[in-house]
């Protein structure tokens, strides 16, 4: 029997370009993508690349991709930025599809700030539910779908593992790109001190589930700034090196 093989792709903001050069090695050496789950910019780039993006030029795209471009201040409604510009990017990136439209079966997390329930996003609107996703707390806008308020799934859970078996996955490999428990500098701004205190949650919840994958790929992006676009070529050719690397294992573990 043919396996079939998920691929989760975790949370890590502008780290997670990193993604791009995993999918194009998976591409590359004929490694089947039968499923495809992400949180945050994981959630992004796996949507895109569930929509019909193609990840060659989505490199070209995000290798001059300057995120102050979508930056649409408001110190209101719960976050810096309205998310409006970034969405509408969203919906034009993904020809406003739909999950269920995608090449393979998809999914993505989010939180809903008012239950603190993660939500699984594996139907409708595409660009909305990566909306959802990526709405790092402060930082964004909580984003409202049908009533709701959702928060970025990274939150609780940086890569969702258990997502991609329940839509079918009989091996999940995971892609992390978030911080490994590092020690950081110090944090210059409100910004730096919610994204750090964010990552020492995250990083002990994940401790505990990371065991639920089969692999893990992990590219060397922590040094990067994540919250800027300038290293993006940078992101993706670690995520390249990192699958490369794990090829043999990759292919052992399909059989």
């Not at 990193?18 to 089947?32: M, R, S």
């Not at 895109?48 to 995120?67: H, I, N, P, T, W």
């Not at 990017?89 to 079966?105: A, F, Y």
């Not at 709701?148 to 997502?163: A, M, N």
Request: glycine fraction near 10%; charge should be negative.
């Amino acid at each position: 029997m043919t396996k079939k093989v998920g691929l989760a792709l975790g949370s890590g903001a502008a780290r997670g370009f990193a993604h791009i050069g995993v999918i194009q090695v998976f591409l590359e050496n004929n490694i089947p993508i039968d499923v495809v789950t992400g949180c945050s910019m994981g959630a992004l780039i796996g949507g895109l690349y569930v929509s019909g993006v193609d990840m060659y030029y989505l490199q070209r795209y995000a290798e001059k991709f300057d995120m102050r471009q979508y930056y649409d201040i408001s110190m209101r409604n719960g976050g810096l930025i309205k998310g409006r510009r970034i969405e509408e990017l969203l919906r034009l990136l993904t020809k406003n599809t739909t999950i269920e439209q995608g090449i393979v079966p998809y999914g993505c997390t989010a939180v809903d700030v008012c239950t603190g329930e993660i939500v699984e996003f594996t139907k409708g609107v595409m660009y909305q539910a990566i909306r959802a996703s990526i709405s790092i707390p402060g930082v964004f806008t909580p984003y409202d779908i049908d009533g709701r308020l959702y928060i970025d799934g990274g939150v609780l859970e940086r890569i969702p593992l258990g997502t991609a078996r329940e839509l079918g996955a009989d091996v999940v490999i995971a892609v992390d790109v978030a911080e490994r428990g590092q020690v950081r500098p110090k944090p210059k701004n409100i910004i730096d001190t919610m994204r750090d205190t964010m990552a020492i949650t995250d990083w002990v919840i994940w401790q505990q589930k990371e065991k639920e994958a089969d692999l893990m790929i992990i590219p060397d992006v922590y040094e990067i700034d994540p919250l800027t676009s300038k290293d993006a070529a940078k992101c993706m050719e670690r995520g390249r090196m990192a699958a490369e690397k794990l090829l043999p294992e990759i292919k052992e573990l399909i059989q």
